[in-house]
């Protein structure tokens, strides 16, 4: 991101804080039950990772996001259970993306939701992806796709759009924000939301 659009963030200064330690509540040391047979069965059949590996391999990823931003959702292994397929609108997003529709998924992490879409069916080259911060390259390690996962990450702040991610406005098909909105008290709520209308769907989920 050119220096000049980073002048103003909302990336929270605690989330840098504690990338050298572990030893906070929000740090389980053990994730294995957060690998649900869903997230087993994305990484041993779409990521080719051996049954025997998968929950090693969960724990090496972990402390590689750990190392960007020590989130609590990466600290308990909330990222492991994608939210996007629990949509009730969840087939039919499939079928507009496979219709040649877009999908934008704001607060993306590793994309994993986006991976989701993947293996169920969706072409990834019209999925786009932002996050305030990158963990992007962690995640074609999380799922060893990188030579067939052609999704478009943009690093940016959905309070501060980027020229980028200006230019996406009023495209996309599919707008998908989860565990993101929380964060902000009612003020910062509402000047996210009022971005994402401005981003243009015709559909919104959550
Ligand atoms: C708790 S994680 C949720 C990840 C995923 N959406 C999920 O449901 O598991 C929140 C994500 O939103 C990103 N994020 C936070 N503030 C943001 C902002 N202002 N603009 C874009 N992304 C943001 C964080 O970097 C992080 O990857």
Redesign the pocket.
């Known amino acids: 991101m050119p220096e000049s659009e980073k002048q103003e963030t909302?990336?929270p200064d605690w989330s840098k804080a504690y990338r050298e330690t572990k030893n906070v509540p929000w740090y389980r040391p053990n994730i294995d039950k957060k690998v649900t047979p869903e997230t087993r069965k994305l990484l041993e059949q779409y990521s080719n990772i051996p049954p025997s590996q998968v929950l090693q391999h969960v724990h090496t990823i972990r402390d590689k996001l750990w190392a960007i931003?020590s989130?609590p959702?990466t600290g308990i292994g909330?990222?492991l259970d994608p939210?996007l397929p629990k949509s009730p609108a969840y087939s039919t997003i499939i079928q507009k993306l496979q219709a040649g529709g877009t999908c934008l998924?704001?607060?993306?992490?590793i994309g994993?939701?986006l991976r989701r879409l993947v293996a169920d069916g969706a072409p990834s080259d019209r999925l786009y992806a932002?996050?305030?911060?990158s963990?992007w390259d962690v995640g074609y390690e999380m799922y060893r796709d990188r030579d067939r996962f052609s999704a478009h990450f943009i690093e940016?702040?959905?309070?501060y759009p980027t020229a980028e991610l200006r230019a996406l406005m009023g495209t996309v098909d599919v707008l998908s924000i989860?565990?993101?909105l929380h964060?902000w008290d009612w003020a910062g709520q509402v000047k996210?939301v009022e971005q994402l209308v401005s981003v243009g769907t015709t559909q919104h989920l959550h």
Do not use: E, K, N, P
Not at 130 to 133: A, E, F, I, P, Q
Not at 156 to 159: G, N
């Open positions: 909302s990336d931003r989130y959702c909330l990222w939210m998924d704001i607060g993306c992490f994993q939701d932002v996050d305030v911060v963990h940016a702040d959905i309070l989860t565990h993101v964060q996210a």
